[in-house]
């Protein structure tokens, strides 16, 4: 958590030493530059943590574009991305092309706040989202409005020692993902549509419903966006130089992961809704729908495997979202004990978490029918918090245009995400929903 950062420390006043023109200035100058780079190296770093090499996100610093591309697609693609077609029928073909834009836009904005922040304050690298909101909030408020938000997000078993060595897992994940989203929008625009294919938008009696099943759809739409509270923790696995900032490779990284991530939740909304309309099935969205109305004009094979990769990704992007929670429990036994957790009590750890969320998925199956609900609580994480994070500690000089941005965005954040809590509610209130223990779907 404490390391380098800071690239307006001036430079050494041996900088203009290396243009020496002297029988000896071959080999003076390189002794001089070596030094050079010391000293300016040297000025960037502040006493180092040891805490951080005893624990999943930072234990490894090896990381690389190639791992912060496979990481963020992990986490950055699943299943919400077959509920998005479900927001299309409240809101239309214009609002929910319109929508899914603009929260794509947004969030990919916040994306970039947090991997600046990442490094902001010299001699300090942000490699955990709880950590951030702590610097830019205070002790108290910073946990109250991070801690169960992201703590949720993150809830099969993970035993691998650190955030690095699932990679392999993550491409696994994330090509599971890709694969199984292409085929559930491919072969549904590619069959006859079922009968009785409607766009017209689902409205109520009440107005009040109405209002409720947008901000509802607007909740579904800002649920397809997750991955952000693990942004800090995927850049807290590379090293960092002063010359070379971590956030150079991340932001590459996450380039290249959110063009295929819009390729697919785009085809996916815009597909699902062409094929389905208003019948898609609110209990499993466009797998549901799939199985419904294609299940016997398509190969049991393809539908077996579009189950087995939606199986496989479920699995293996857990592991990704389990390392904070793995790294939160390790953070109290190491700040107690001062030394590392010993290899028994880690896997005790994760077989006890992977144990308690396959107890609530089990327990719990209607949590899916919570997306936009869900959403909406967790919404501050994506669109509001990067932005007041950013004013608190970069301190933008006020009324400049990332003062203003940053304060419009972020306050917008906040007020869409009571709305939405509130439309999800009202609109669980009124339509109900089917809630069944120990009968999972």
């Known amino acids: 958590m404490s390391e380098l950062v800071d690239s307006t420390t001036p430079r050494s006043p041996f900088s203009s030493a290396g243009r020496m023109m002297t029988p000896l200035a071959s080999p003076m100058k390189k002794a001089i530059t070596s030094m050079q780079t010391y ?181 579904i739409i800002a649920f397809s966006f997750r991955g952000h509270n693990l942004v800090l923790e995927i850049q807290g696995t590379m090293p960092w130089t002063a010359k070379n900032p971590s956030s150079l490779p991340m932001w590459k990284g996450v380039k290249v992961s959110y063009m295929i991530i819009a390729c697919c939740l785009f085809p996916m909304a815009v597909g699902g809704y062409w094929a389905y309309g208003n019948l898609i099935p609110t209990n499993g969205g466009m797998l549901s729908a799939l199985d419904k109305y294609h299940r016997n004009d398509t190969p049991r094979v393809v539908l077996g495997l579009t189950s087995l990769f939606f199986v496989i990704n479920s699995l293996t992007s857990f592991q990704i979202y389990a390392m904070p929670a793995f790294d939160n429990m390790e953070f109290r036994y190491t700040s107690k004990n001062n030394g590392p957790c010993p290899w028994w009590l880690r896997a005790g750890i994760r077989v006890f978490f992977g144990c308690l969320t396959l107890f609530i998925s089990v327990a719990l199956p209607f949590l899916k029918n919570l997306a936009g609900l869900i959403g909406g609580i967790a919404l501050p994480v994506t669109l509001a918090y990067p932005c007041l994070m950013w004013i608190r500690i970069k301190n933008p000089q006020r009324y400049s245009s990332m003062w203003w941005l940053n304060w419009t965005l972020g306050s917008l954040g906040m007020i869409l995400s009571i709305l939405l809590v509130f439309g999800a509610i009202w609109t669980i209130a009124t339509q109900g929903i089917r809630v069944h223990f120990f009968k999972p779907e």
């Open 39 to 219: 000293l300016e190296e040297v000025g960037h770093l502040t006493k180092l943590d040891p805490q951080d090499s005893w624990l999943p996100i930072t234990e490894s610093r090896n990381g690389n574009a190639y791992y912060a591309a496979f990481h963020t697609l992990s986490s950055g693609i699943g299943f919400q991305a077959l509920l998005l077609p479900l927001a299309f029928t409240t809101l239309g073909w214009v609002w929910g092309i319109l929508s899914l834009s603009l929260a794509f836009i947004w969030q990919l904005y916040t994306l970039w706040l947090l991997i600046q922040l990442h490094e902001s304050v010299p001699g300090t690298r942000y490699s955990r989202y709880l950590r951030l909101s702590i610097a830019a909030f205070g002790e108290r408020w910073g946990k109250i409005l991070a801690l169960f938000p992201t703590l949720y997000l993150a809830v099969i078993l993970a035993q691998l020692p650190n955030l690095n060595s699932i990679a392999g897992i993550s491409l696994v994940s994330a090509i599971t993902a890709v694969t199984y989203c292409t085929l559930t929008w491919v072969l549904s625009v590619s069959k006859a549509r079922p009968p009785g294919v409607s766009y017209e938008p689902v409205w109520t009696k009440s107005e009040v419903g109405n209002v409720s099943s947008i901000l509802n759809a607007l909740g």
